[in-house]
């Protein structure tokens, strides 16, 4: 069993950054793929961006290339979302998941674990 909890969100500027943490709890942390999604109002959950096990492949979504980077510290369980040059077509609540699938990680049916998500909105 996986426990996610997401922070970090929060109003911002458009063109502003915010950094988004996910602490897990789990012994076996670096053995899960990570992965952001975001779902706005009135719309489905979206794809953002994936890190696989123990730090290696990252995977992004056109929408956010360039402007957002997953990164990962197994040591301390967590998994980070900095995100830079914000728009408002960004606002969303973001969620942070974990699987052991090595393949998918676009999908969020791949995804075994969920937080309970963190408000982003940024204002033009």
């Known amino acids: 069993q996986v426990q996610l909890v997401e922070s970090g969100g929060g109003l911002v500027q458009a063109g502003g950054s915010l950094r988004l943490s996910c602490a897990a709890t789990?012994?076996?942390?670096?053995?899960?793929?990570m992965g952001w999604f975001r779902q706005a109002p009135g719309k489905e959950r979206e794809f953002v961006a994936a890190?696989?096990?123990?730090?290696?492949?990252?995977n992004y979504a056109d929408s956010v290339k360039g402007r957002i980077t997953i990164s990962r510290d197994d040591a301390r369980n967590m998994v980070y979302l900095q995100m830079s040059g914000l728009k408002p077509e960004d606002t969303a609540v973001y969620y942070c998941?974990?699987?052991?699938?090595?393949?998918?990680?676009?999908?969020?049916?791949?995804?075994?674990?969920w937080g309970q998500g963190t408000q982003v909105t940024v204002s033009s």
């Open positions: 998941a974990a699987t052991t699938s090595l393949f998918g990680w676009t999908f969020d049916g791949t995804y075994d674990y």
């Open positions: 789990t012994q076996a942390f670096s053995s899960y793929a």
């Open positions: 890190i696989g096990r123990y730090g290696g492949n990252t």
